[in-house]
Structures are given as structure tokens and as C-alpha cells.
């Protein structure tokens, strides 16, 4: 499985107008890592977005990824919530939408509980780039190919959002 301070990539299939790779950090001590690959597996927005507690749109959420935004709870509540609706995975995207550089470090609450699925950091730009490109198209989720091997993509093909440097 991966290590803190490793990265993991996904790429946004549609819609076109985010069709990028994205850098997310795993959680440090908490949840699952990914043991299977998704070619084509929905990433879907939480609502409410901080997701800390009953979902109103969890029946899209079965089987799926979900996009969360930080605060309100811990990331570990966050994860479990996703978890008990069935998600896959959970994503959960900086609050400052103007954060486009800073990872932090989500680590485990106190209250002793697990998590088993895998728990992503996302920076606040990005997460906020995603849930605007479905406002705007009028889309309950976006597609997603993750976890991607970047390693094997060229430099010249690999498709970063242009708000982020590497």
C-alpha cells in the first residue's frame, strides 16, 4: 500500500473541460488503500459536502467515489460516513478553495474507530475546479479513472489542471 507523503493520481474522464490528472495524499494512519484499479468509476460530489452525517443523495454514492469537503467533523467521521453508505472510497477536498499547494496531513481522530475504505486528500482548488465543472454542465457526478500510474504516461501527455504546478 502506499506511505504517507506518497502521492496517489486520478484522472477526471468526463467532463472534458477537467479531464486531468490530480494528486491526492492517502490519510496517514487511518482507512484502506486501493487494491483495485477503477477505468471508469463515478466520483460523486457529497450532499451535504462535509458528509457528516446522513447523506441526501447516498443511493449514488453505492459502490462509488465521494467527493467530500473538509470540515464540520473529522476526516475520520467523513470516511465512515462515505463507508456506511456503501462509497468505495472518499476524497476529501480542502476547504480553502484557494489552497492549490498545501497538503495536510489527515490523521486519525480520538475516538478509537476504524475505517476501512481508502481516505484521499485533495487540495481545495481542485476539489472546487471539479464540483464547479458539474454546476456548470448540470452533472450529478463526474467519471474517474483512479488509482493512475503516472510513471507510464510521458511527460508531454500527461494532462495537469493548469492552476497547479508540479
Known sequence: GLRIH???YFQVLSPGDIRYIFTATPAKDFGGVFNTRYDQIHL???D????CGELSNGVFI???IA??????CSFL?????IQEHGG???IIADNAYDNDSFYIEMIQDSSRRTAD???????????????RSLEQHGLPWAVISIPVNVTSIPTYEMMQPPWTFW
Do not use: H, N, W
Not at 467527493?67 to 464540520?72: A, F, I, N
Open 117 to 131: 475504505i481508502p481516505a484521499l486528500f485533495l487540495l481545495g482548488r481542485d476539489g472546487y475546479m471539479i464540483r
Open 67 to 72: 467527493l467530500v469537503e473538509r470540515g464540520g
Open 6 to 8: 506518497e502521492y496517489l
Open 44 to 46: 460523486v460530489p457529497a
Open 88 to 90: 468505495r472510497a472518499v
Open 48 to 51: 451535504p459536502p462535509e458528509a
Open 62 to 64: 453505492q459502490d462509488q
Open 77 to 81: 467521521s467523513k470516511t465512515r460516513v
